[in-house]
Nanobody
């Protein structure tokens, strides 16, 4: 059974940094694209960043470009999201997801989802 477990969330002041981790079990993730999504309070879940199976291709939402970095360590079966220069509008539950193949092609292409970790950015 595939499981994705996010960690690293918490409370941080605006301008600060956090690094989220997503540890996968039940499947080696080296052949699969991965993604981070977030859901702010009262809003829909949206894409944050994706990374291809070998890390060669990354994509970011415009709202986080230049501030967030997605990376992966396939040897550790783990994906990361480094978040810098955090803003109050970054407050959300952050989810990681495992794709059906090596490249991202829409949120419906994500097969497995973690339960999320809460990031709260104070002003």
């Amino acid at each position: 059974q595939v499981q994705l477990v996010e960690s690293g969330g918490g409370l941080v002041q605006a301008g600060g940094s956090l690094r989220l981790s997503c540890a996968a079990s039940g499947r080696t993730i080296s052949d699969y694209a991965m993604g981070w999504f977030r859901q702010p309070p009262g809003k829909e879940r949206d894409l944050v960043a994706t990374i291809s199976w070998n890390g060669g291709n990354t994509n970011y939402a415009d709202s986080v470009k230049g501030r967030f970095t997605i990376s992966r360590d396939n040897a550790k079966n783990t994906v990361y999201l480094q978040m810098n220069s955090l803003k109050p509008e970054d407050t959300a539950v952050y989810y990681c997801a495992l794709a059906r193949s090596g490249y991202y092609s829409g949120s419906r292409f994500m097969e497995y989802w973690g339960k999320g970790t809460l990031v709260t950015v104070s002003s």
